[in-house]
C-alpha cells in the first residue's frame, strides 16, 4: 500500500578503519552529539535524554558492526524518535520513562529490536504487552497462521515478518484492512497499527515486492493537469544517495464518481498524503512507451522519499548557477492547482558522475491488481507535455578529495603553540566551566594549546561527523611518565618537568600532560582527570582528583560548521613540599591509570560529510610536539600535539 524506495545502506566495519578512537561501551546524552547522531566506534551505547538535554531525533550509529546494541532511555519531558535503518518501523517515538533496545542484525543488514518474539518463545499469538512489538518465523520456529491480538494492549505498532522457507499466513479476524489470510513471504514484512474505529489493526506499511495493498482510506480519484517543478530550492542535487531535491507536483483531483459525472466541473479535493503516494508517481520526461510512462525510480540509482530529512540541506543551485539561493524556498502554485512535494535523491554508479535528469509526473496508470486504469493522466510525460514549468534536475560531484594542501574546497588553518590560553591558577580556574570537578589535587597554572581548523570552502557547506561526537580524544599522556633507567617503564605514574634556562623570567614549571581531541563545531575536549600525590599522605586518591574540559571557545570563537584538532598543554601548579607526582585517570571519575605515549606518532582516521550528505574519509598523521617530553631528550614520552599529511578519500556508499 506505501510505494516506498528504501535506501540500502552499506555497512562499514569500523575495524577497515584506521578510526580516530576505539571504543567498547559508552553512556551519551544529546549534549554530547552533532544533531543527534550516535557514534560508529561503540558496541554498546547508552543514549539519555532529560530535560535541558534533548533532541527531537536521535540517528542510530552509521557504520554499525554485527551485534552492537543501542539502549535508549527517555527521561526528558518531550518526545524523541530514535531514527536510522529500523526493520519495518523507520523510526520510533520515545516518551518520558520509555526504554528500548536495538541490536544491529549483520544478517538483515539493519536494526531490529533486541527482543523479539517468535513461535517457539510465545506460540503462533503475537503479543501486545509492549509498546513496539517485533514478531518473527523462521526454519524451526514456524507456525502456518499467526492471531493478532484482539485488543490494543500496549502495542503502539506490531512488525511481523519472516525468514522462513516456507509461507505463512496472518488470520484476517482482526485485519482491518483485508478480508484475506495475509500471505507472509521469506523476506517479507508487515507492520500494523490499531484501528479504534475498526478495533483491528490496520497495515500500514509493508515490504512486499508481489503485493500492494490499497487501503481503505484510500479513495477513488481521478487525476487532471499533471506537471512538476523542480526550480524550488535550485534545479541541483548531489550524487550522493543522501541530499534530497524537491520536487513539487502540482494537480488538480476529483473523486472518481464526480469525475464521471463531469470532469470539467468537478469538485476539487485535497488528497492526503498517504493518497499521493499511491497515485502520484515521477518519471522521466519523453519516455512514455505506448502511452504508459515508467517510475522513475526503476532506475537503480534513483530514490524517491516522502518526508525530508532534516539531517541534510536541500538549496542547491544547478550547474554554473547562482549560489545565494534561499532556504526551503516555495513556489506559490497557479490558481486553482493543488500541489504536493516529493523529494528525489540520486545515488552515482562512480566517483565524479554527473548528468541532467528530465523529470515528470504522471498518475498511476494500473491498479494494484494489474489491470489497465483508462483515465490516468500521463500527459506530462509525453515528449509533447509542456505543462511543467521546470523539468530539470542538475546532477551534480560533490566530492571533496586530495592533499589538504592548497584544497579548492576545504580551508586550512594552523594557529600553533598559543600561548598563555591561561596564565595563573586562579585565571585558569575562573575559565568558564572549566573545571568541572574540585578535589585536593593541585590547579592548573598554564595553558598553551594547538588548533588545526579545517572549514569548508562552498558556499552555505558546513562539516558534520558521520562516526564520531563532537568531541573524540585522539591521544592525551603525561610529559614525563617513563625517563629512563630504573624509570624506564610506562606505568602511568608521572612527574613534573622543569625547563631549564630563564624560564619565562624564573618560572621553570614544563607543560605536566597534554590531551589531543577531534572536535566538530564548538564544543569542548572530553573530560580529563588527575590526582597529585600528597607528601604526607603518598598515593593517589581519584577522589582527590582534578576534572578539566578545556573549551576551544578559548583560543577561536569561529568554529562553526568546521572540524578541528585541537591540543592543550597545561602546567600542574605543584608547591614546595609536594612530591610532584601525579596519575591521569582513564576515565573522569577515576577508574584505572592511564598511560602516557610512547610512539613518535600515530595514524588517525575520520568519516566526516558536509550539511548537503558529501562524505569523505579524513586521514591525517598525529606527530610529536618539538622540544617537548622525548623530543627534548627528558622523557621517553612523546606529545602528540601536531598534525601533518591530511588527505580527503571521498566515499560513495
Known amino acids: 500500500m506505501f510505494r516506498r524506495k528504501r535506501y540500502p545502506i552499506s555497512v562499514f566495519t569500523l575495524a577497515a578503519l584506521a578510526v580516530a578512537t576505539t571504543c567498547n561501551a559508552g553512556t551519551y546524552s544529546p549534549n554530547d552529539l552533532v544533531q543527534g547522531r550516535l557514534p560508529s566506534n561503540d558496541s554498546n551505547i547508552i543514549i539519555q535524554t532529560s530535560d535541558g538535554n534533548h533532541q527531537p531525533e536521535i540517528y542510530l550509529p552509521v557504520y554499525p558492526e554485527n551485534g552492537d546494541v543501542v539502549t535508549f532511555k527517555a527521561y526528558a519531558t518531550w518526545s524523541s524518535r530514535l531514527v536510522g535503518n529500523l526493520m519495518g518501523f523507520g523510526s520510533l517515538e520515545m516518551h518520558t520513562n520509555d526504554k528500548l533496545d536495538v541490536i544491529f542484525d549483520g544478517h ?148 472518481t464518481e464526480d469525475a464521471e459525472d463531469d470532469e470539467y466541473s468537478c469538485p476539487l479535493v485535497d488528497i492526503t498524503q498517504e493518497e499521493a503516494q499511491y497515485y502520484l508517481h515521477l518519471g522521466r520526461y519523453g519516455r512514455n512507451d505506448a502511452g504508459l510512462p515508467e517510475d522513475l525510480v526503476k532506475d537503480n540509482e534513483i530514490f524517491v522519499d516522502y518526508e525530508k530529512d532534516p539531517r541534510y540541506q536541500s538549496s542547491l543551485p544547478g550547474k554554473n548557477a547562482r549560489n545565494n539561493l534561499p532556504e526551503d524556498k516555495k513556489m506559490p502554485t497557479a490558481r486553482g492547482l493543488r500541489s504536493t512535494t516529493f523529494w528525489l535523491r540520486y545515488k552515482a554508479n562512480f566517483l565524479g558522475e554527473e548528468k541532467t535528469l528530465n523529470v515528470c509526473a504522471f498518475q498511476r496508470w494500473q491498479d494494484e491488481n494489474g489491470q489497465i486504469i483508462e483515465s490516468a493522466d500521463t500527459q506530462d510525460c509525453n515528449s509533447q507535455g509542456t505543462g511543467s514549468s521546470s523539468r530539470r534536475v542538475s546532477i551534480i560531484d560533490g566530492n571533496y578529495k586530495g592533499s589538504i594542501n592548497n584544497n579548492p574546497d576545504i580551508i586550512k588553518e594552523t594557529p600553533l603553540l598559543i600561548k598563555g590560553v591561561c596564565k595563573n591558577e586562579e585565571n585558569c580556574h575562573d575559565q568558564p566551566n572549566w573545571r568541572i570537578y574540585n578535589g585536593w589535587t593541585r590547579g592548573i597554572s598554564y595553558v598553551n594549546a594547538n588548533l588545526f581548523k579545517y572549514s569548508p570552502n562552498r558556499y552555505n557547506h558546513s562539516f558534520i561527523p558521520v562516526e564520531n561526537t563532537k568531541s573524540t580524544t585522539l591521544a592525551r599522556g603525561c610529559v614525563r611518565d617513563a625517563s629512563g633507567g630504573s624509570d624506564s617503564k610506562d606505568d602511568g605514574i608521572c612527574t613534573r618537568v622543569v625547563e631549564s634556562g630563564n624560564c619565562n623570567g624564573g ?43 578545556f573549551d576551544t571557545d578559548a583560543v577561536d570563537t569561529e568554529r562553526a560548521g568546521t572540524f578541528s584538532v585541537f591540543s592543550v598543554l597545561p602546567v600542574i601548579d605543584f608547591r614546595k613540599g609536594d612530591t610532584m607526582r601525579f596519575v591521569m585517570w582513564a576515565q573522569p571519575n577515576g577508574g584505572h591509570w592511564a598511560g602516557s605515549t610512547q610512539i613518535d606518532s600515530k595514524k588517525i582516521s575520520s568519516v566526516i560529510e558536509d550539511n548537503y550528505g558529501n562524505r569523505f574519509r579524513f586521514n591525517a598523521t598525529l606527530y610529536a610536539e618539538p622540544n617537548m617530553g622525548a623530543t627534548n631528550g627528558v622523557s621517553k614520552d612523546y606529545v602528540l600535539s601536531r598534525m601533518k599529511d591530511e588527505t580527503l578519500e571521498p566515499i560513495l556508499d
Open 507 to 549: 618560572d621553570c614549571a614544563g607543560v605536566s600532560f597534554y590531551t589531543t581531541d577531534l572536535q566538530f563545531g564548538t564544543t569542548k575536549t572530553k573530560p580529563l582527570s588527575y590526582s597529585t600525590e600528597n607528601a604526607d599522605k603518598p598515593g593517589f586518591v581519584s577522589g582527590d582528583r582534578d576534572t578539566w574540559q
Open 108 to 255: 538483515l543488514s539493519a536494526w531490529r529490536l533486541k527482543n523479539e518474539s517468535s513461535p517457539n518463545t510465545v506460540g503462533n499469538q503475537i503479543p501486545n504487552d509492549e509498546k513496539y512489538i517485533s514478531y518473527y518465523v523462521a526454519d524451526a520456529n514456524w507456525n502456518s497462521l499467526l492471531h493478532l491480538p484482539i485488543q490494543k494492549g500496549k502495542a503502539s505498532k506490531i512488525l511481523v515478518r519472516s525468514q522462513a522457507t516456507y509461507d505463512t499466513y496472518v488470520d484476517n479476524a482482526m485485519l482491518g484492512n483485508t478480508h484475506e489470510n495475509l500471505k507472509i513471504k521469506k523476506g517479507d514484512y508487515y507492520v500494523f497499527t490499531w484501528n479504534n474505529s475498526k478495533a483491528k489493526w490496520d497495515v500500514i506499511d509493508e515490504q512486499n515486492q508481489n503485493v500492494e495493498f490499497k487501503g481503505d482510506n484510500i479513495r477513488d480519484l481521478t487525476f487532471f493537469d499533471i506537471s512538476v517543478d523542480t526550480s524550488i530550492n535550485g534545479t541541483g542535487l548531489y550524487n550522493n544517495g543522501r541530499m534530497q531535491k524537491p520536487i513539487e507536483i502540482r494537480y488538480r483531483a476529483c473523486l
